[in-house]
């Protein structure tokens, strides 16, 4: 049987899609402005306070940040540290979290809480520094991915997820065939464990992909600067590398201020074009994956 319509729930329904489609704008038009703004005009950017298309179609920002060198090399960077630190993390990630996910496991508690701990508390950022100026990995690769080797609240949730998703029987019955934990981990664990493990990427991916301290930090030599730093110097100090420098010097008085608005702009797009694309890859994931790994501590 068909329940009835009244004019309430018509009402309600109206009123709630406005409310929410007015929400998502205000919370999605920063973006929104960003790639308009990235593609418009910069002389009619701020001809009208709510700038929800391009005005002037403009794309000579994005033609001079592709022909930066700083950009590629940061770009370059970014990806190299944001790929092999996430897949350390995911390796890590999951060699801690599988084993005291078993009920087994002798000292579960205490190796629970010593990791606990380590959220509340930490060494500061000098004692930090200088562990690592010991281990010689200031200004080089692995101080961009060894420090941040583990996420303890990622552990936590990856733990709770192997406890309530692998069959118990699953795994006595794999032990009965002779399986050791090293191969029932790779062929049935992991097999069984995709959503939380996509989940993880992308919180680590993106973690990694934005991150900027560290390397402001700890690294000195410009040619291992990520993007972000390019991007931070660009939008924070306003700082050019050297041949968009040239680029800026070689235009008129009154076209500087207007260059260097687009040049800004079209930086954040392309900073923040590889996240956009890898959400939706794991979006289908997500929300079993998070949902499912925090419903037990």
Not at 35 to 43: E, L, Q, R
Not at 160 to 177: C, G, H, K, R, V
Not at 212 to 223: E, S
Request: hydrophobic share 50%; glycine share 8%; net charge positive.
């Amino acid at each position: 049987m068909k329940s009835a319509v009244t004019k309430g729930d018509k009402l309600f329904s109206i009123i709630n899609i406005i409310l929410v489609s007015i929400i998502s704008l205000i919370i999605l038009y920063p973006l929104i402005f960003v790639v308009n703004a990235s593609f418009s005009d910069p002389t009619r950017i701020y001809e009208v306070p709510l700038l929800l298309y391009p005005r002037g179609f403009n794309i000579e920002g994005y033609k001079e940040v592709l022909k930066s060198t700083d950009i590629w090399v940061g770009f370059k960077n970014a990806v190299l540290y944001t790929v092999l630190g996430t897949i350390i993390n995911l390796v890590v990630t999951t060699v801690a979290a599988y084993p005291l996910s078993r009920p087994g496991l002798r000292g579960k508690r205490f190796i629970t809480l010593f990791f606990t701990i380590t959220m509340f508390f930490s060494g500061g950022l000098i004692p930090t520094y200088l562990v690592n100026q010991q281990l010689g990995i200031i200004n080089s690769l692995w101080v961009m991915i060894l420090p941040g080797a583990l996420g303890v609240y990622n552990m936590i949730l990856m733990r709770t997820y192997f406890s309530q998703n692998i069959p118990t029987d699953l795994i006595e019955s794999a032990y009965i065939d002779g399986a050791n934990d090293l191969w029932l981990l790779w062929k049935v664990v992991l097999p069984l464990a995709t959503p939380i493990i996509a989940v993880m990427a992308m919180f680590y991916g993106v973690g990694r992909w934005n991150a900027y301290f560290d390397a402001l930090i700890y690294l000195q030599d410009r040619a291992r600067y990520p993007l972000q730093i390019i991007l931070r110097e660009i939008l924070v100090q306003g700082q050019f590398g050297q041949d968009m420098n040239q680029v800026i010097a070689g235009s008129a008085e009154s076209e500087l201020l207007m260059l260097k608005m687009t040049l800004k702009y079209s930086v954040v797009i392309v900073s923040s074009l590889p996240v956009l694309l890898f959400y939706p890859v794991v979006a289908k994931y997500f929300e079993k994956g998070i949902l499912v790994g925090s419903i037990k501590g």
